[in-house]
């Protein structure tokens, strides 16, 4: 969809979606084991992201993902993903003055994300991938779909997911 938030070309044989939970540790795991299984793929997959935040199991989580919206809208994708990866990397400070210094370590400005934070304004964005979430079937994190479909196979194993994109990259050019 136009507003996902989205690495890789659009004409890529295989669409990753992964719907992630900033605080989830299991979604902290499969940002590494995505993390080699897309560097070895290239520009055979389109990886998107969207926002699932466990809030009744994970309390940051709803916080972290507006932070992640905001940067995303003050200072555009390529901030959006920096902060992404400091977030999957640093799930054990989630608190709002780490997010704050996380966006303005992304590129963003740290009172227009504060303001955006306060204001709830990155939550109508959030609302619209947990309504995707539950038109998916989403019940946790993380949720992966290749092409589409909902991956149900081994993503904690690199080795294992990396051949499970191949083969649907394969399938596509097939077809």
């Known amino acids: ?11 890529a044989r295989v669409t990753l979606v992964e719907y992630g939970d900033y605080e989830c540790p299991f979604c902290a795991r499969a940002y590494l084991v995505l993390q080699v299984a897309l560097s070895e793929l290239g520009d055979s997959v389109r990886f998107v992201f969207r926002n699932f935040p466990l809030d009744d199991v994970h309390p940051r ?19 959006f993903w ?31 994300v ?23 079937g989403v019940r946790g994190t993380p949720a992966f779909f290749i092409n589409g479909h909902r991956f149900d196979g081994d993503w904690t194993d690199a080795d294992a997911f990396t051949e499970a994109l191949k083969t649907a990259a394969r399938e596509r050019a097939l077809h």
Do not use: C, K, W
């Open 61 to 79: 989580a709803m916080n972290a993902a507006a932070a992640a919206e905001s940067v995303a809208a003050r200072a555009g994708e390529t901030a």
């Open 114 to 136: 504060a303001a955006d934070l306060a204001s709830g304004a990155s939550r109508a964005r959030i609302e619209r991938d947990i309504r995707l979430a539950a038109e998916d």
């Open 1 to 11: 969809m136009e507003m996902d938030h989205a690495r890789g070309s659009r004409s």
């Open 82 to 112: 920096r902060m992404h990866e400091m977030l999957f990397e640093n799930q054990d400070a989630l608190e709002i003055d780490d997010l704050l210094g996380y966006a303005e370590a992304a590129g963003a400005a740290l009172p227009d």
